[in-house]
């Protein structure tokens, strides 16, 4: 399994930036993938989700309509597309994949939101 995400850097407050993740390596059809994400000495923390099968959505209160979840089956690729950015949301993003039972982490791309 090999999860590889793209598309963080610098952005200023209220601009915009989409994360992409690439996903190889399992069945992208039957998976649910997420988004984490992380600041130095916190938890990791729940971004948003989607239902690779049913395209239903989920995401963290502090993102609610600001940030889109959606997929593109046909590249196995996931995409967060991040609006009204704020610099509380300056954290490495994680890609995640949930199949069959087992977790499935990217490497990570820096988001930096800063003026």
């Known amino acids: 399994v090999q999860l590889v995400e793209s598309g963080g850097g610098l952005v200023q407050p209220g601009g915009s930036l989409r994360l992409s993740c690439a996903a190889s390596?399992?069945?992208?059809?039957?998976?649910?993938m997420s988004w984490y994400r992380q600041t130095p000495g916190k938890e990791r923390e729940f971004v948003a989700a989607?239902?690779?099968?049913?395209?239903?959505?989920n995401f963290a209160d502090s993102v609610k309509g600001r940030f889109t979840i959606f997929r593109d089956n046909a590249k196995n690729t996931v995409y967060l597309q991040m609006n009204s950015l704020k610099p509380e949301d300056t954290a490495v993003y994680y890609c995640?994949?949930?199949?069959?039972?087992?977790?499935?982490w990217g490497q990570g791309t820096q988001v930096t939101v800063s003026s």
């Open positions: 390596g399992f069945t992208f059809g039957s998976s649910v």
């Open positions: 989607i239902s690779i099968v049913s395209g239903r959505t």
């Open positions: 995640n994949a949930l199949w069959i039972a087992k977790n499935y």
